[in-house]
C-alpha cells in the first residue's frame, strides 16, 4: 500500500505547519486534523478548516484522501476557525469590564459635572471595582485558555442578544453602584467581609470546575465522559450536582450583590440564576440519557433541590 | 397595543381557548387539543369571559342612556372591567399547563400590557380616566367576539360570522384602542410627575432607583415599532384564514 505525505501549510502566510508522512490512503480529513492537532494542541480540530485551495471551501472530515484531487504529497491549507467563537466570547466579557471602569472612574456625562472624574469615599466601592474586574478578566482568560468550545460559531442573533444583556446589566449595576449617592451596606464592614469570602471561594470553586471539566476531554477528541471529584476539594460539589460550575457563578454574584447592597445586581443574579437552571437542567437530563449509571444523588443547580 | 397584542397573538395560537382558532387555517396542524375536562374547563371559562365583557358592554350602553353624556361612563362599568380584565391572568396559566397551545410568553405579553393598563395607569391616576372610554370600547367589541370564537372553536361549532368579526373588526378596532391606550397615559403623565408616583430616588439602601414618568414615556415609545407589527400580522392572518374559508366553501 503506498502511502501518502500530507503537508499542512498556513492559508495566509503560506507557513508549512506541519508535515505529516505514511498517512494511509483511506484516511479521512477527521483523523488529519487528529494528527494536525498533535503537533499543535492549541488547534484542537473542530478549529480547524482545512481546504485544498487557501481560498477555497473546507474539507469534510468524512473526505477520504485518496479520493481527493492531489497527488502522494497533498498540500492541504489550513484556517483556524476557533477566532470565531472565540471572538464573541471576547467581546461578550470585554464589554462589561471596560463599561463598569468608565462607571468607576466616574467619566463625564454619566453623573453631575462636579463629580467628573472623582473617586468614592466608600471602600467597598473600590472593592466591589475589583472584583466584578477580577470576573471578568477571569472569563476573558477562560475564554482564551481553557475552554473547549464544541461549536465553532455563534449565529449573529444570539451575539446581539448576548452582549446587550451583558453589557446592559453591566451599566446599569456600575452606575448605581459607583454613584455619588451610594449607600454601603446596612452591616458595615461585617457584611462586606462576608460577601467577599463568599465571592473569592465561588470564583476559585467555578474556575475549579472549569478546569476540572476541560481535562475530562482531551483536545481534538469528541468524547463525554461523566465529571467526578477530583482531589480539588472545590470539584466535590460534583457529587451533589452536575453543574458545579453554574452553581458557583450563581454564588458569586450573590456574594456580589450582598456585598454591594444593590438591587440590580441582586436581579442581575436573579435572571442569570434562571437562565443557568434551565441550561443546568438540560445537561442533567443529557446526562441522564447518555449515561445509565448517573449518579442518582446529583441535582442539576442547586444541591437537593433544583 | 394591548388591545392589539390580545387579539395578534390570540390568532396566532388561541390565547383563551380553543386552538382551533389557528387550526381552521393551517390544515397541517395535528388534531390533538385538550382532553374533555380540560375541553369542558375551557369552554366554561370562555362562557364566562363572553358574559362578562356582555355584562361591561351592556353597562356602558345603559350608562351613556341614564346620562345623557360620555363623562363618568368608566365608573358604571369600572369594577366588572377590572374583574374580568384581571381574570384573564388565568391564561397565562392554562398556556403554562398546555390546554391551550399558545406560547406563554406572548401570552403573559399580552394580558400583563392589558392588566397593567387597567391598574397601574387608570386605577393608579384618576385624572387619566377621561380617555379610557376608547380603549375600554375596543376592548369590550374584541373580547365578546374573542371569547365567543374560542367557546364555538371548542364546540366545533363556529359561525362564519364570528369568524369573519374576529378576523375583521380588528381593523378598525386596534387603532382605536391603541389611541385610546396612548392618550390615558398621556393624560396620566402629569399627575405622576407631580406626586413621584410608584418612583424610588437616590440615596436609599437598595442602591436603586425608578422614575414611573420615564419609564411611561418609554412605554408610549415602544408602541411605535410594536403596533405595526401586530396590526400587520393580523392583516396577513386574515388573508389566510378568510380566502382559505371561500375555498372551503365552495367545495361544500
Known amino acids: 500500500m503506498k502511502h501518502y505525505e500530507v503537508e499542512i501549510l498556513d492559508a495566509k502566510t503560506r507557513e508549512k505547519l506541519c508535515f505529516l508522512d505514511k498517512v ?3 484516511a479521512t480529513i477527521a483523523e488529519i486534523k487528529n494528527l494536525f492537532t498533535k503537533t499543535h494542541p492549541q488547534w484542537y480540530p473542530a478549529r480547524q478548516s482545512l481546504r485544498l485551495d487557501p481560498k477555497g471551501k473546507s474539507l469534510k472530515d468524512e473526505d477520504v484522501l485518496q479520493k481527493l484531487p492531489v497527488g502522494t504529497t497533498a498540500t492541504l491549507y489550513f484556517r483556524d476557525l476557533g ?8 467581546t461578550e466579557y470585554a464589554g462589561p469590564l471596560f463599561i463598569y471602569l468608565l462607571f468607576y472612574f466616574r467619566v463625564p456625562f454619566i453623573y453631575g459635572h462636579k463629580y467628573d472624574f472623582t473617586s468614592s469615599r466608600h471602600t467597598v466601592v473600590h472593592l466591589a471595582c475589583i472584583c466584578h474586574s477580577f470576573h471578568y478578566i477571569k472569563r476573558l482568560l477562560e475564554t482564551l485558555f481553557v475552554h473547549r468550545f464544541s461549536h465553532g460559531t455563534m449565529p449573529l442573533r444570539n451575539i446581539f442578544k448576548n452582549c446587550t444583556y451583558y453589557w446592559g446589566f453591566a451599566a446599569w449595576m456600575a452606575y448605581y453602584i459607583n454613584h455619588p449617592l451610594y449607600t454601603p451596606p446596612t452591616y458595615g464592614a461585617q457584611q462586606v467581609k462576608l460577601a467577599l469570602a463568599i465571592f473569592v471561594i465561588c470564583q476559585l470553586g467555578n474556575f475549579s470546575i472549569h478546569m476540572a471539566l476541560r481535562d475530562l476531554r482531551p483536545a481534538g477528541s469528541k468524547t463525554r465522559k461523566i465529571p467526578y471529584p477530583t482531589k480539588n476539594p472545590f470539584t466535590w460539589l460534583f457529587l451533589l450536582v452536575s453543574c458545579p460550575n453554574y452553581t458557583y457563578e450563581v454564588g458569586s454574584w450573590i456574594g456580589f450583590a450582598i456585598m454591594t447592597q444593590c438591587l440590580p445586581v441582586a436581579l442581575f443574579s436573579l435572571v442569570g440564576f434562571t437562565q443557568m437552571t434551565i441550561w443546568a437542567k438540560g445537561k442533567h437530563r443529557s446526562y441522564l440519557k447518555e449515561f445509565r449509571d448517573y449518579p442518582p444523588l446529583r441535582m442539576p443547580i442547586i444541591p437537593f433541590l433544583l | 397595543m394591548a388591545a392589539v397584542a390580545a387579539t395578534a397573538a390570540a390568532k396566532g395560537n388561541g390565547g383563551g381557548g380553543g386552538r382551533a382558532g389557528a387550526g381552521d387555517a393551517s390544515g397541517t396542524r395535528k388534531k390533538k387539543g385538550p382532553g374533555p375536562l380540560a375541553t369542558a374547563y375551557l369552554v366554561i371559562y370562555n362562557v364566562v369571559m363572553t358574559a362578562g365583557w356582555l355584562v361591561i358592554a351592556v353597562g356602558l350602553v345603559r350608562a351613556y342612556l341614564a346620562k345623557g353624556s360620555y363623562h363618568s361612563l368608566y365608573y358604571s362599568i369600572e369594577k366588572p372591567l377590572k374583574f374580568f380584565q ?7 396559566l392554562h398556556c403554562a399547563i398546555g390546554i391551550v397551545p399558545s406560547s406563554v410568553v ?8 392589558r392588566v397593567f393598563l387597567i391598574w397601574a395607569v387608570t386605577h393608579s391616576v384618576k385624572e387619566s380616566e377621561d380617555s379610557v372610554l376608547l380603549f375600554v370600547i375596543a376592548w369590550t367589541i374584541t373580547e365578546i367576539i374573542r371569547y365567543s370564537f374560542y367557546t364555538f372553536s371548542l364546540l366545533n361549532h363556529l359561525p362564519y360570522l364570528i369568524k369573519w368579526a374576529r378576523y375583521t373588526l380588528f381593523i378598525v378596532l386596534y387603532p382605536m384602542g391603541v389611541s385610546g391606550e396612548l392618550l390615558t397615559i398621556y393624560a396620566a403623565l402629569p399627575f405622576v410627575r407631580q406626586a413621584g408616583l410608584y418612583s424610588i430616588s437616590l440615596p436609599n439602601k437598595y442602591n436603586f432607583s425608578f422614575d414611573y414618568y420615564a419609564f411611561l414615556i418609554l412605554i408610549m415609545i415602544s408602541y411605535i415599532p410594536i403596533f405595526p407589527q401586530l396590526y400587520f400580522h393580523m392583516i396577513h392572518q386574515r388573508r389566510k384564514i378568510l380566502s382559505h374559508t371561500e375555498e372551503h366553501k365552495k367545495f361544500e
Open chain 2, 86 to 92: 384581571t381574570g384573564a391572568l388565568l391564561e397565562i
Open chain 1, 24 to 26: 494511509e490512503p483511506h
Open chain 2, 106 to 113: 406572548l401570552t403573559s405579553f399580552q394580558v400583563m400590557s
Open chain 1, 83 to 90: 477566532a470565531q467563537i472565540s471572538w464573541v466570547f471576547l
